[in-house]
Every structure is written in C-alpha cells, then in structure tokens.
C-alpha cells in the first residue's frame, strides 16, 4: 500500500484480504502500524511522525523492517499466497528498498495508492479513525484528535512523493474511486485485486441481512423446494418493516431478494425498492431437494456420510456444494462493494457464505455458521473489521441449525 495518514489504506487492506481468502487464495495483512504500538506503544503524538524527528524516525523504520521480514518469511512458510503490506510507505526510497528485497526471495510486487485531495473524505476518515483506531483508544476529545492527525498528515505530507514509477506494476485509487489508474498489471491475482478495487468505496453504510420467515419445509426440516411461508413466517414479515424502519430511520434502503416464494413474500411489506437475483437463490441440493435429512441418510447413505467428512466442499448430486454457492455470489459481493445501504432477505447456506466473506471466517467453520430465523443483523464496516449487531424479533421458528 502508499498513500498519506486518513486514505483508507487499512481498510483497503483488511478489504483485498478478505475477499482473496474468500475466494481460496492464501492472504495476510502486514500492517506496519500494529509492529509500531507493539513496540514503541499506541498513544503518540503527532511529533513522533515529524521528519525532522531523528530518534522516532529510527524506531518507526525498525518497525518497517521487522514487518517487511515477518512477511517474507510467511510467504518462505506458504510458498504462495497474496501478502499486504500495509503502510504509509510515502518515498520513491522506501518503495525501492521494498521492491529490492522481495525480489531477492522471487516475491512479486504490486503497488496500490490510495490517493484523496478531498478535503471533506479525509476528515470523515480521521473521524474513523477516531473510532476504531487504537492510537486514539478512550480519547473522548473530537476536536483533539483531528488536530493531532492533521498535524500527522503535515508531518508525512512534507516527504510524500506520489506513486509515478511506470517500470512497476500499480493501481492508483484517487478520491475513494472516482477515478482508478492502472499501470503493467500482468497476472491474475493483480487483475482480480484492480477489480475488486475498483468496486469498492470508504463511504459509511450497513448491509442488513434476514433469512426469509420460517416456511413450510422448515417445519418438517426438508431441504430446498419453493415453499410459501408458515403462519408465523408471515407474522414475521409482518413484523419486519417496523424493525427495519427504527434501524435505519429515514435512510434509503434497497432490498434484494432470492427468485423464490418464501423471500419475496418475507420482502412484500418492506416499503423500499426491492431486486431479485438469481444467485440469492437457496444451495441447490440436487436430487436431495425436498427430502429431510433423514431420508437422505437413508436413501443416499454415502453421500451423507460425505457430506459429513467436509460439507464445505460436498456436492449435492445434480446439485451445488457450498464452493459452488461462494463462486456464483461473486457478482453479488462485488455489488455489494458498490452500493450504500443494502438489506438481503436470503437462504441460510447462501448468507452463511456472505457472512464468512465480511466476517473472515474460513472454509471449515463457514458451513456451520449459525444463522437463525426471524433474526436480522447488522453489518458496519470500520477500518480493521466488521461491526456486528443482531436483532431478534420475538415470533416463534423452528431452529434448522446442524452443528458440526
């Protein structure tokens, strides 16, 4: 990463990371910040990023350098993979010595630059910051903490040189993606990276997402099929607007739906624009489709047991496995990316991997998630996660929750 203090670069970062490990690819964020409270503490002034600071100067680059090490040594122990290296890193001469020492270990390099001369976007950033950051943890003084950053941001501005080597491969992100530069992007994982790039912004919004109400095959526990929702289904999209409406007040929203009955039906009250897609439909258990568990152990005894040993990769006859599921959605995170508020009322496999893909939970728990229904959550992004905060509404359902 490069850019200036307040770019969004962490958040950025932790974004690439997650959706590569969503999809397979072996990822991990080297942020140069957390080396620096490890070792020289959290809580610094804005001096202590001066240029002109020779002892702090000398410390911050030791954390560069042990970050830098810590990370060619992952990929030594991985031997493939998409390593970030999250920092500042605002000098030709910094971005050199990078450069230099990866290649020496056969270690390709990609540079990303986060760049924003929108004044009013860097103030909501620090304000994140704020937030989320552990430099400013308990501080409660608002007008303190944007003054120590922007001095920050001065102290860096003073050495800043922005990305212009043209022999390496780049993107360059300017204003939150009103526009996107690319430079000798050659393989594939760096045209996956630009195009997730691309589709990403720092703008603040939540994604809302709701099975659909319980339905008829929920209560005899049977798998897929195109059921309507049982009475209390219904009681619960009854319920649903006014839940909806105190979360979000007068925020606009828009709805998408899988293509079936039981979430349209859920949806049919929520007063909003709504969109269906076909990759929000339910897992597609093949012959398995409306059958309960029981009888697939008895009619289909090996494919249970399969399905038992590892359910990520476990593919229905006829039907999908949960890779499957995760390859269709792409299309729909990358809108997602894209969007501002957005609320999901789905399936339990599919927003189980949704789920997985903002929270960064692996192949090997993601089948297992728990997804309750008449339950909406909530997810907020900050710059080194997901908030997450769950709402029940109190209107009996069945539990279709297998644990591993």
Known sequence: MVGLPARGKTYISYKVSRYLAWLGVNCRVFNVGEYRRKIVGAQLDHSFFDPHNPVAIEQRFKCAVLALNDMLQWFEDVHNGVAIYDATNSTRARRKMLTDECRKRNVEVMFCESWCDDNDLVDMNIREVKRTSPD?????????????????????????????ERQSSYARKIN????????????????RIVYFLMNIHIATRSVLFSRHGESIYNLTQRLGGDPSLSPNGKKYADALPSLISKLLGDQPLT????????????????????????????LDAGLCDGLTYEDVEREYPEEYAMRDENKFEFRYRGGESYRDVVLRLEPVIMELERQQNIMIISHQAVLRCIYAYFLDIGPDELPYLKIPLHTVMKLTWTAYGCDIQTYKIDIDAVDTHRAK
């Open 176 to 191: 939150v993606g009103s526009k996107v530069v690319i430079n000798r992007i050659t393989s594939y994982l760096e045209s």
């Open 255 to 282: 709805v998408w739906t899988s293509t079936m009955r039981r979430t349209n039906e859920t949806a049919a009250g929520l007063p909003y624009k709504k969109m269906q897609w076909k990759a929000l439909d339910e």
């Open 136 to 164: 400013y943890k308990g501080v409660q003084d608002v007008k303190h903490v944007m003054d120590d950053f922007h001095h920050r941001i001065d102290h860096y501005s003073e050495v800043y040189e922005p990305y212009d």
